[in-house]
């Protein structure tokens, strides 16, 4: 029970604060979150809109895998190495002093959903049957 929640919850936050507006209008998200837009170029909304379409593509395989998550361990073990990068992309941002400090609340708010993945991962079949 606790997998599928976390799943419909990943897709309930994920999809509306950060997936879709990132992969509509990246540099409009960019200034809600407190983010420098001025000189915003091309190359900034072609990889915001990137990483929009990863995070929606990811949400979107979370939905539809909260239907049964011991079916799909593997995507638990995706979301928490991901959040665990994204951990460490956002303290490098905090050593640089390169980030707003919205930035600064996400490195444990992606530290905890990294742990939180991992806590919520169902056991492999092979795992359950022993």
Request: with cysteine; hydrophobic share 60%; proline share 6%.
């Amino acid at each position: 029970m606790r997998s599928r929640v976390f799943l419909v919850a990943v897709a309930a936050v994920f999809i509306p604060v950060f997936a879709l507006p990132l992969f509509i209008e990246p540099v409009w998200w960019a200034e809600r979150f407190g983010w420098e837009t001025e000189g915003a170029s091309d190359l900034t909304n072609y990889l915001g809109r990137c990483l929009g379409a990863v995070a929606l593509a990811i949400a979107l395989v979370a939905l539809r895998a909260a239907r049964d998550p011991a079916a799909h361990p593997w995507l638990f073990d995706l979301l928490a190495l991901a959040a665990a990068l994204l951990t460490v992309v956002h303290i490098r941002g905090a050593f640089e002093e390169s980030q707003p400090a919205s930035e600064y609340v996400e490195i444990a708010m992606y530290a905890g959903f990294a742990a939180l993945a991992w806590a919520c991962r169902p056991a492999p079949d092979d795992e359950a049957a022993a």
